[in-house]
Nanobody
Framework: QVQLVESGGGLVQAGGSLRLSCAASGQHFSTMDMGWFRQTPGKEREFVASIAWINKYIDYANNVKGRFTISRDNAKKMVYLQMNSLRPDDTAVYYC????????????WGQGTQVTVSS
């Protein structure tokens, strides 16, 4: 069992930066692939980024490559998403996920944190 709690969302102007954090509890965190997803009203939840546990292989959605950076600290049971050069279309609720595979979310989700980018 893994529980996830996101933080760090907020309101930022276009071009600004935010850092999202995801705190995990549970003994299997260090052996789980972790990811971030986002969702806007009326749309499906979409993959943003993931980081594997065994070799820390990283994958990004095309529309965030070069702007977002995912990282993890297994000792602290934390996952981060550094978001730079934010755009209004990055506005969404961002969710942390455990067990992501090939861009598809696994069985564990956080409650989400709102990111709003103003133009």
């Amino acid at each position: 069992q893994v529980q996830l709690v996101e933080s760090g969302g907020g309101l930022v102007q276009a071009g600004g930066s935010l850092r999202l954090s995801c705190a995990a509890s549970g003994q299997h965190f260090s052996t789980m692939d972790m990811g971030w997803f986002r969702q806007t009203p009326g749309k499906e939840r979409e993959f943003v980024a993931s980081i594997a546990w065994i070799n820390k292989y990283i994958d990004y959605a095309n529309n965030v490559k070069g702007r977002f950076t995912i990282s993890r600290d297994n000792a602290k049971k934390m996952v981060y998403l550094q978001m730079n050069s934010l755009r209004p279309d990055d506005t969404a609720v961002y969710y942390c996920n455990a067990g992501v595979r090939d861009g598809v979310g696994g069985g564990y989700w956080g409650q989400g944190t709102q990111v709003t980018v103003s133009s």
